[in-house]
């Protein structure tokens, strides 16, 4: 695989997606939305399509994989691989943390999914290091944003509860598909506000939805709404 040393390589001026496969890339019109976006935003004259995607995949058999779609000013790549979640991450949940860095909710990048990702990178790396799964950012004003590579969810009595894109996220396409069949109500929550709630879950276009047992130092022992998503979730998009 030839790479062009351009400035994706050296400045993180690129975009890049991660997609499902089940037989089929799940979601592909939204991530490819949403990678137009990205492109747009950084002034990256490349486009990817649905005939791409599925150019290369004619020659990979994926019953359960991913694919990472990258792109910069010179590059265009189709990275195939496993998916890393299974039946065991889902019966056991997430134990998370906080991290340690804060997100930047004035920076445009924090809603694009663009190269510029070492924060994540470095947070999720420090926290599996400690033997959990994710690290969660707050932002300069303390407010509870989105996972490492995850957006989050709280249930509670008044409902399903999720960040706000304005306190500083990526909207996921799986937040999405939450936020469309389901009663979600949008706010800023902070660090205090989670012990009032009952259930957390996360999610991502690879785990779908996880349930969540621990955040630093507040524990869930419900998981009845995160287990109802993910099993109509896999009954109307997984066929």
């Known amino acids: ?31 490819l939305e949403r990678l137009g976006r990205a492109l747009e935003f950084l002034g990256i004259a490349q486009h990817v399509s649905e005939e791409d995607v599925y150019g290369f995949l004619n020659g990979e058999i994926m019953e359960r994989g991913a694919l990472k779609i990258v792109v910069s000013q010179e590059n265009k790549l189709f990275l195939p691989r496993e998916n890393p979640y299974g039946e065991k991450d889902y019966e056991k949940g997430f134990t998370m943390d906080f991290a340690r860095v804060r997100r930047n909710a004035s920076s445009p990048f924090t809603y694009h999914k663009t ?43 008044g409902g399903i509860f999720t960040p706000e894109i304005s306190s500083g996220l990526l909207p996921g396409i799986m937040r999405s598909y939450v936020l469309e069949n389901y009663e979600v109500a ?15 879950f996360v999610t991502n276009s690879l785990m779908g939805i996880m349930p969540v047992v621990k955040l630093g130092g507040y524990c869930f022992d419900k998981r009845e709404t995160a287990d109802k998503i993910r099993k109509e979730y896999f009954e109307n998009q997984v066929k």
């Open 1 to 31: 695989m030839d790479v062009i040393l351009d400035d994706g390589f050296f400045f993180g001026l690129g975009a890049f997606e991660t997609i499902a496969v089940y037989g089929y890339p799940i979601f592909l019109e939204r991530h």
């Open 115 to 157: 190269m510029n990702y070492g924060d994540c990178i470095l947070e999720k790396r420090r926290v599996l290091g400690k033997g959990l799964d994710e690290a969660v950012f707050l932002n300069d004003r303390g407010e509870i944003c989105e996972g490492t590579s995850s957006n989050i969810f709280f249930v509670g009595e």
């Open 186 to 200: 949008e706010r800023r929550i902070t660090v205090g506000d989670v012990e009032q709630f009952e259930e957390c």
